[in-house]
């Protein structure tokens, strides 16, 4: 992992984490614990914080009131956030219990209840240019969920007219290839 600055808390999560009886791999560049191949958490750093994340933590009971939602926008994930190893000490009783009710969601097979698509704010100048290109309207359809969700909250979070007009503009032929935002 590349943040040194948090390397004692990590290393402290990441034994707790084992301890869980998870399996320790690297996805994304970051300690990820699975049971039998399902991600249940994962431990990443920022500038100002250490967390686990946990991939279906809106599931979880959160009794201590301690998971945080990263945006308005994430459905699924919550975290557990740490400034110090101090609160890493502190918390270990409870991140044990919330990874063990992590472990006891999977293996309960429940899954988040996610937004469909159509659910998703549809800022009107990307409205106009689909009913405007009947091709734009043919390839954003033939684009996966997930990637037309990207393009929604992408052009809806802008606050002025103006710049989702723009970023409207400036995807216009990615979509037409086919492509996500990221790609």
């Given at each position: 992992m590349r943040h040194t600055r948090w390397?004692?808390?990590?290393?402290?999560?990441?034994?707790?984490?084992?301890?869980?009886?998870?399996?320790?791999?690297?996805?994304?560049?970051?300690?990820?614990?699975?049971?039998?191949?399902?991600?249940?958490?994962?431990?990443?750093?920022?500038?100002?914080?250490?967390?686990?994340?946990?991939?279906?933590?809106?599931?979880?009971?959160?009794?201590?009131?301690?998971l945080v939602r990263q945006t308005q926008n994430v459905q699924a994930a919550r975290q557990i956030r740490f400034t110090s190893l101090r609160e890493v000490v502190q918390l270990e009783r409870a991140v044990r219990a919330y990874i063990?009710?992590?472990?006891?969601?999977?293996?309960?097979?429940?899954?988040?209840?996610?937004?469909?698509?159509?659910?998703?704010?549809?800022?009107?100048?990307?409205a106009a240019k689909l009913r405007e290109l009947p091709a734009l309207k043919?390839?954003?359809?033939?684009?996966?969920?997930?990637?037309?969700?990207g393009y929604l909250l992408h052009f809806s979070s802008a606050k002025q007219a103006a710049t989702r007009t723009a970023r409207v503009a400036k995807c216009l032929q990615r979509i037409l290839n086919g492509r996500g935002l990221d790609d």
């Open positions: 390397e004692e808390e990590i290393r402290r999560l990441r034994a707790i984490a084992l301890a869980c009886d998870l399996t320790e791999e690297l996805k994304w560049g970051c300690p990820c614990y699975t049971l039998d191949g399902r991600n249940i958490v994962l431990i990443h750093a920022f500038k100002e914080y250490c967390a686990l994340l946990f991939f279906k933590g809106a599931l979880l009971k959160d009794s201590r009131g301690i063990l009710d992590a472990v006891a969601v999977e293996k309960a097979g429940l899954k988040v209840a996610l937004k469909k698509t159509a659910e998703f704010s549809m800022p009107e100048e990307f043919e390839a954003f359809r033939a684009l996966t969920p997930g990637r037309q969700r």
